[in-house]
């Protein structure tokens, strides 16, 4: 991600109502900064949702690798998965907690539609990571969702980094 940007020779930078020029130079309009990250990443896989396509979305992706990732929880990782079925025209979702400890299936037309707790022996590794062969038959990925281990705290060291990019 670079702060390429264009510069317009023939456009003075601010103005004010009447067209009088506030700055002296030129002016610099500069598109796909990012500055922020969010804290719950969702991809939506609806667009390119293709039936014969199986996805393998990795465990952790990483925003930024001039950063000091692990250190200050620059990771997001995969905690879930929001499923449908065209055969039963139905949403479920398969998700875990922060430690991976336990798998959690959501399907509001059963259990009352609360979430139950699969077995001990369903795992991140069978119900979640990899190429997802955990899923009920039918089901495919509408949403891959992460969660950014570090918090605001990662928040802010991205934001900060990218300040200081952008600065140079």
């Not at 020029?21 to 990250?37: N, Q």
Request: proline share 4%.
């Amino acid at each position: 991600m670079s702060s390429q940007g264009t510069t317009f020779p023939n456009l003075a930078c601010w103005r004010n109502d009447e067209g009088e020029v506030l700055c002296s130079g030129t002016r610099t309009d500069t598109r796909g900064l990012v500055v922020s990250i969010p804290s719950m990443l969702v991809l939506d896989m609806t667009e390119v949702a293709d039936p014969q396509v199986v996805w393998d979305f990795p465990e952790m992706l990483v925003p930024s690798t001039k950063l000091q990732v692990k250190r200050n929880g620059l990771v997001y990782d995969l905690v879930g998965f929001g499923l449908y079925s065209d055969k039963a025209s139905h949403f479920i979702t398969h998700y875990t907690l922060k430690k991976h400890s336990d798998i959690f299936v959501y399907d509001g037309m059963k259990n009352n539609g609360y979430s139950m707790r699969l077995d001990k022996k369903a795992s991140f590794a069978t119900h979640l990571a990899g190429n997802n062969q955990g899923f009920p038959g039918g089901y495919k990925v509408s949403a891959a969702i992460y969660h950014l281990r570090g918090g605001t705290r990662a928040q802010d060291i991205f934001f900060n980094a990218r300040i200081i990019e952008y600065s140079n």
